[in-house]
């Protein structure tokens, strides 16, 4: 990749269920296309901090094992997590595998919120004493509320509501990514303009009490002025090269293993 740019990998473009989904037999979850094919939702953002090239993940998602053997991922630099819900937090465990390759423990970054959460539900990792045997994930937890920096690039926090909870998306150079939201604050919608390229999440057609719906979602991408959109948490109402037809120039489906890069 170029010295002076960002690169994004979709590691999942799916809603919490994956498409297909278990023992739906509707066209997408049936298709042959491999775009229909969706686990969940994560990216892994990639950019030059000197010599070393640094790799952040946002969330680990359940499917995240099965999306670093896909990708020949072998370094996790950092994990910024957008809130605590199952399909973006239970592939924690994994991080493990990147400990054992790198020796050193990996700096994860969330709200005050989801932490806590995370805290609590990997007890056996951070309650001392709470587990015997086999290897723990190290892992050092850091509560962020506003931008901070992380290995030479400005990170921006874009909190957005998802139904009741916050949820944090996070704005890096002229890459911007919000995952579950159904309303984005109007601080926030003046974080992502500017940004060149706006990924947010639409899972379905029809309204939705906590997601965007597609249409939201393209509005959304309108208002940040962003050049390109990408949806991404997408599940099987979305079949790829249906949905793709029907967007406005600009707006495209993202799907598991594309590859985008932006100039810094
Ligand atoms: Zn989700
Ligand atoms: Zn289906
Ligand atoms: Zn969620």
Request: proline share 5%; aromatic share 8%.
């Amino acid at each position: 990749m170029a010295a002076r740019s960002l690169q994004i990998l979709f590691l999942g473009s799916g809603t919490s269920t994956g498409v297909p989904m278990i023992g739906c037999k509707c066209v997408t979850c049936r298709s042959s296309d491999p775009r229909d094919s969706r686990t969940r939702s994560s990216v892994l953002f990639r950019w030059h901090d000197g010599a070393a090239l640094r790799q952040v993940l946002v969330d680990t998602s359940t499917d995240l094992r099965f999306q670093a053997l896909r990708e020949g991922l072998n370094r996790i630099d950092a994990v910024l997590y957008t809130h605590s819900h199952a399909d973006h937090v239970h592939g924690l465990d994994e991080l493990r595998s990147f400990n054992f390759i790198q020796k050193t423990d990996i700096p994860c970054y969330g709200s005050v919120e989801t932490l806590e959460k995370i805290r609590s539900r990997f007890d056996y990792i951070f309650v001392p004493g709470g587990y015997e045997g086999g290897g723990l994930p190290k892992l050092t937890l850091h509560a962020v509320e506003d931008n901070f920096e992380l290995f030479g690039m400005k990170i921006e926090v874009l909190p957005v509501r998802h139904g009741p909870t916050r949820v944090f998306g996070y704005r890096l150079g002229p890459i911007a990514y919000i995952t579950d939201c159904n309303e984005m604050p109007e601080e926030t919608l003046r974080k992502v303009r500017g940004a060149r390229l706006f990924v947010v999440g639409a899972t379905q057609r029809k309204s939705h009490p906590t997601h965007f719906n597609l249409d939201q979602a393209i509005e959304a991408i309108r208002k940040t002025g962003a050049q390109k959109g990408y949806i991404t948490h997408m599940n099987h109402d979305l079949k790829h090269n249906e949905v793709s037809a029907e967007l406005p120039p600009g707006v495209a489906l993202a799907h598991d293993g594309l590859l985008l890069e932006e100039g810094l």
